[in-house]
């Protein structure tokens, strides 16, 4: 079976750091990514990474987010600094087998496999 487990979600006070973690168990993935989903909205995309070393992020997080990939490990990260109320949803690591078109990573539908979520909160 597959599983994505995240992990390192909390509340925090703006301006703080969170790092996320995601262990990969029974599969292993070429592309890799974090989504989010805030009550009320669509489920976004926010950073990617790949075996091929691309890596993507969302406008609103860039320069502030870190995405990483311990191979050896399995497990993905993000790290999130300079955080901000806006950054507050439920964080999703999600994975694909396939190489995906870096212009499409960001892209929900492309992603088979995700995991149960963690959740964020941001304080002003």
């Known amino acids: 079976q597959v599983h994505l487990v995240e992990s390192g979600g909390g509340s925090v006070q703006a301006g703080g750091s969170l790092r996320l973690s995601c262990s990969v168990q029974g599969l292993s993935f070429y592309t890799m990514a974090w989504f989010r989903q805030a009550p009320g909205k669509e489920r976004e995309g926010v950073a990617t990474?790949?075996?091929?070393?691309?890596?993507e992020y969302a406008d609103s997080v860039k320069g502030r987010f870190t995405i990483s990939l311990d191979n050896g490990k399995n497990t993905l990260y993000l790290q999130m600094n300079s955080l901000k109320p806006e950054d507050s949803a439920m964080y999703y690591c999600?994975?694909?087998?396939?190489?995906?078109?870096?212009?499409?990573?960001?892209?929900?539908?492309?992603?088979?496999?995700w995991g149960q979520g963690t959740q964020v909160t941001v304080s002003s």
């Open positions: 990474r790949a075996l091929d070393g691309i890596t």
């Open positions: 999600a994975g694909a087998v396939e190489r995906i078109s870096p212009i499409r990573r960001l892209t929900r539908s492309e992603y088979r496999y």
